[in-house]
Nanobody, 124 residues
Framework: QVQLVESGGGLVQAGGSLRLSCTAS????????WGWFRQPPGKERMFLAS????????YLAHAVKDRFTISKDIAQNTLHLEMNSLKAEDTAVYFC?????????????????WGRGTQVTVSS
């Protein structure tokens, strides 16, 4: 089992930045995808970015690739999402997730472990 806990969300003005973190505990053997999703109110969960635990393979959604950066700290078992130039439409609950099914997973159903999410609100 793996437990994921997100942090770093909050209220920020449009144009500002936030850094989200996701700390993992538990045990997974082998390689896996570690990703970020978000879910705006009344909408479906959307893939943002992922990175492989072993190696440097990184995937970014086209909609955020110029503003968001994903990184990992293996020593701290932590995943980060750096978000810049935030817009009101970035307002959502942001989730951290792990997929042991596909290293290139970009769909929510491919991820089998999820955190509870952290709220990001961008005021215009």
């Amino acid at each position: 089992q793996v437990q994921l806990v997100e942090s770093g969300g909050g209220l920020v003005q449009a144009g500002g930045s936030l850094r989200l973190s996701c700390t993992a505990s538990g045990r997974i053997t082998g390689n896996y995808a570690w990703g970020w999703f978000r879910q705006p109110p009344g909408k479906e969960r959307m893939f943002l970015a992922s990175v492989n635990w072993i190696g440097d393979a990184t995937y970014l959604a086209h909609a955020v690739k110029d503003r968001f950066t994903i990184s990992k700290d293996i020593a701290q078992n932590t995943l980060h999402l750096e978000m810049n130039s935030l817009k009101a439409e970035d307002t959502a609950v942001y989730f951290c997730a792990v997929s042991t099914r596909s290293l290139a997973a970009t769909m929510a159903h491919e991820y089998n472990y999820w955190g509870r999410g952290t709220q990001v609100t961008v005021s215009s």
